[in-house]
Each structure stands twice: as structure tokens, then as C-alpha cells.
């Protein structure tokens, strides 16, 4: 039988409308989206870190100390001039005496030393003091002592200066002479000249001369 021409018209279109709209012939499934989990916001507070027991109190920084003496100290004091040094207890003092028109001297001496002899082993330690011009100029006191040791035939082997207690500046020297070399410290002392001068054992001379300070 032979279709209307309708028909045959009509059924192809409707087929290709068909496949247009699923070609494949199945029905697509439907996904529904996923939700991410929403985390509740914490109120419990975070841990705090330990305390640090303490097991004992803290202690201060240890103060500067003095520096430690090799012997047994006694004090040499000038009251009159306002300085005072440390000496070996065990020596003998021949206290100041006039040198000259402008200066005192003092000797440390150590056991069997005398202030005209120098015992075998022995230290001898003058100190002098001078009124001297022009006045507490240290820069040219220092330069008149250099002439005459240059004129003594005399090598200076070293030099230095040292800062004193009160501010004051000290020129150090050791000499060398035709016996031994023999240390030396020049300062001011008000508005006049220190020296602090040694011959047998320099190391303790120095240590000596070290102490120097003003009286309090």
C-alpha cells in the first residue's frame, strides 16, 4: 500500500527532529552539585605556651675588681701633694726628704736595700716630687727629662701613656742605662711634677706605680 504523499512527507521530519534533540538516544542523568561541608567557627581558645619555671633569682653582673696585687700591700701617703700608692708591707719607707730648692724625694726599699745601695735581688723605689717651671705643663716636663737622658747616653726602650683615677694622664718609660733598664712615670700633681722612678726588679715597680690615685 501505497502511503498518502503527506506521510510520507511528515514521518521523516518528525524522526529527524527526534534524533536532533537526543541524537544518541538516551536520557542524560541529572547530577545535583555537591556542597562543600561548612566548618562550624571554634570558640575554645588556643593553649597558651608553658610558663618557664624559675628556680633561682637572678644575679647582678659582677662590678669590675681590682686588679690583683702580687704582694701584700701598705699605703704610702702624701697628703700634703694628694696622692697615695701601694707598696710591699714587708719593705721599709725613708720618708720624703728636700731635694734641692724645688723638690721632695721618698724611697720604698725592699729587705737589705738601702738609698745608697741595691741589695742583690732588691727593688729600690723613689718618689719624687718637683716645683718646676713652667707649671703643669706635662708635654714640656717630659721633653726636658728626654734631653737629659738623650744627654746621659741614655736609650729610651719604651713609652706609654696611662689614664690616671682622677683624669690626669701619667707618660711611662723605661730607660736603658749602663747598670740596667729602670722604669719611670711622669704626671702632674697640682701645679706640680710627679715621678715615680725604680731600678732592680722593673715588673714590680710597675705594679707599684700602677696604684697611684688621688686621695679621696
Excluded at 17 to 45: S, W
Excluded at 127 to 145: G, H
Excluded at 196 to 206: H, P, Q, T, W
Aim: aromatic residues 8%; hydrophobic residues 40%.
Amino acid at each position: 500500500m501505497t502511503l498518502p504523499y503527506a506521510y510520507r512527507i511528515l514521518v521523516p521530519l518528525l524522526m529527524f527532529v527526534l534524533v536532533a534533540c537526543n541524537p544518541l538516544g538516551r536520557v542524560e542523568p541529572t547530577i545535583a552539585p555537591t556542597m562543600m561541608p561548612t566548618l562550624a567557627p571554634t570558640t575554645e581558645p588556643m593553649p597558651e605556651a608553658p610558663t618557664p619555671e624559675i628556680t633561682s633569682e637572678p644575679t647582678a653582673a659582677p662590678s669590675a675588681a681590682a686588679p690583683q696585687l702580687s704582694f701584700t700591700p701598705k699605703t704610702y701617703t702624701d697628703e700634703r701633694a694628694g696622692f697615695e700608692l701601694d707598696y710591699p708591707a714587708e719593705w721599709t719607707l725613708d720618708p720624703s726628704s728636700q731635694v734641692g730648692v724645688r723638690g721632695g724625694q721618698a724611697l720604698l726599699l725592699s729587705p737589705g736595700t738601702t738609698p745608697e745601695t741595691l741589695a742583690n735581688g732588691g727593688t729600690r723605689v723613689s718618689i719624687t716630687t718637683y716645683n718646676w717651671d713652667p707649671k703643669n705643663d706635662l708635654a714640656a716636663y717630659v721633653a726636658q727629662r728626654k734631653v737629659a737622658w738623650d744627654a746621659s747616653g741614655f736609650a729610651i726602650i719604651r713609652e706609654e701613656r696611662w689614664p690616671l683615677a682622677d683624669g690626669r694622664v701619667a707618660n711611662i718609660f723605661v730607660v736603658k742605662t749602663p747598670e740596667q733598664p729602670t722604669f719611670t712615670l711622669l704626671t702632674t700633681i697640682g701645679q706640680d711634677y710627679l715621678q715615680i722612678s725604680g731600678d732592680g726588679d722593673s715588673a714590680l715597680v710597675e705594679e707599684i706605680a700602677h696604684t697611684l690615685r688621688p686621695l679621696q
